[in-house]
């Protein structure tokens, strides 16, 4: 029986197909991605992706779960073939390791609209599958303080965290407070299932951490108090008199000496970002941002958003209206939260090499966050990114990267 495996095995490994087949194994198992959809992105037929996968499980690689897990040294050899290893390479060159470590970029299929919207969720998914377990691998061991932000991308990545071990040592900590939607609002239950409150929680409990600190304070203060200076002090020091929020942030004891919060000691910082659109800044900030401001945003240079905060990119506007700023300032000023300085503290340090942690990990996918994602990246925020393909050429493109012919995948047709 051993002779006849190792007869299979060897025979496998010397097929000319044999990288293909372990694409469409890692694909289908560990992207969880459809037979039809390998078969749209490999350029082959749906019966072609069907024989290589067979092929796999005569290997002995494929149980029926499924399950992959080809042998250490083949999978060393070949696992850079699994992602779109010339374009994660292009943006790397592009943008320079002083700006970001790593970039993986995931395949995906043709889109059929301009955004690529159609696509989006399932490639949203895939990322936060890949998300999940490069945080498993990474934080399996050892300890570290991992923040969590808001959004659909983050709690794919949380969703899925199936560690084979617990690992006690590991704090999580919500980044921003709740979203409070009202109850009759149609995003009210996506912003408690996406809330930065819950991942953290769900992540502690994945691992067998300890539980996570729930940040009661709402997430931004409503814009109608920005002008009432002491009113708006009032709130502020009733809002970091809290105790879930001085244990996060820091800030004085009862005796009045300022101690320091969880969040010096965060060294991986798990996020996503959201672009400047109707579809995401409005609606999840009623009383914060309108559809009337936006115009206002796009003209002083704001691309989106970091952790609530407004991003601008100087390169967007050469000079912005005195009105356009006082908007953005002003809506900065009424967030509660991490702040994007904690974000690039958190990368400068993980950059230098004084944490043992990742860093910031970006999970974020669609074509129409290249603005902001390339804003992030340049600004040095981000350590990591995990994204599609169709995201990734974005990128490029508005970036100015040089792709070359790089816009396909190995062994693959576009």
Not at 37 to 56: F, H, Q
């Amino acid at each position: 029986m051993r002779m006849r495996k190792r007869t299979i095995t060897s025979n496998f490994t010397e097929s000319p197909y044999f990288s293909e087949a372990l694409q469409v194994a890692y694909y289908h198992c560990v992207l969880e991605m459809p037979l039809k959809t390998i078969a749209d992105i490999l350029g082959k037929s749906p019966a072609t992706i069907t024989r290589r996968l067979d092929e796999v499980r005569q290997a002995g690689w494929l149980r029926d779960h499924p399950e992959f897990t080809p042998p250490p040294d083949i999978w060393r050899e070949l696992q850079g073939k699994m992602t779109c290893t010339d374009v994660e390479q292009a943006l790397q060159e592009h943008f320079g390791d002083m700006s970001i470590r790593r970039i993986t970029v995931l395949p995906s299929p043709s889109t059929t609209t301009d955004d690529g919207r159609n696509a989006h969720s399932a490639n949203v998914e895939r990322i936060g599958l890949f998300a999940a377990k490069r945080l498993t691998e990474a934080l399996g061991e050892g300890a570290h303080v991992i923040g969590t932000n808001w959004g659909w991308s983050v709690r794919h990545c949380v969703s899925n965290l199936r560690p084979a071990r617990a690992n006690p040592d590991l704090r999580f900590v919500p980044l921003v407070g709740n979203l409070s939607l009202d109850e009759t609002d149609p995003h009210y239950e996506e912003a408690i299932e996406c809330s930065s409150n819950r991942l953290a929680q769900m992540a502690a409990t994945a691992f067998g951490a300890p539980r996570a600190p729930r940040l009661s304070t709402p997430a931004y203060i409503p814009r109608r108090f920005h002008e009432d200076l002491g009113g708006l002090q009032s709130i502020r020091d009733f809002i970091e008199s809290d105790v879930s929020y001085r244990r996060i942030f820091g800030g004085k004891d009862e005796s009045g000496i300022v101690q320091p919060g969880l969040i010096e000691q965060v060294d991986t910082l798990v996020t996503g970002l959201s672009s400047i659109d109707v579809q995401t800044l409005p609606i999840y900030r009623p009383g914060l941002i309108t559809p009337e401001d936006l115009p206002v945003l796009e003209a002083a240079g704001v691309v989106g958003d970091l952790a609530l905060h407004l991003v601008v990119d100087p390169s967007e506007i050469a000079a912005p209206t005195e009105a356009a700023v006082r908007l953005v300032e002003s809506i900065n000023d009424l967030i509660v939260g991490a702040s994007p300085a904690d974000f690039l503290r958190v990368a400068e340090n993980s950059r230098a090499g004084d944490s043992n942690g990742l860093g910031v990990i970006v999970v974020a996918a669609g074509t129409w966050k290249s603005r902001i994602l390339s804003t992030a990246i340049r600004s040095g925020a981000v350590n990591e990114l995990i994204t599609d393909l169709d995201t990734a050429l974005a990128i490029g493109r508005h970036a100015g990267a040089d792709l070359g012919g790089r816009s396909h995948l190995i062994g693959g047709k576009r």
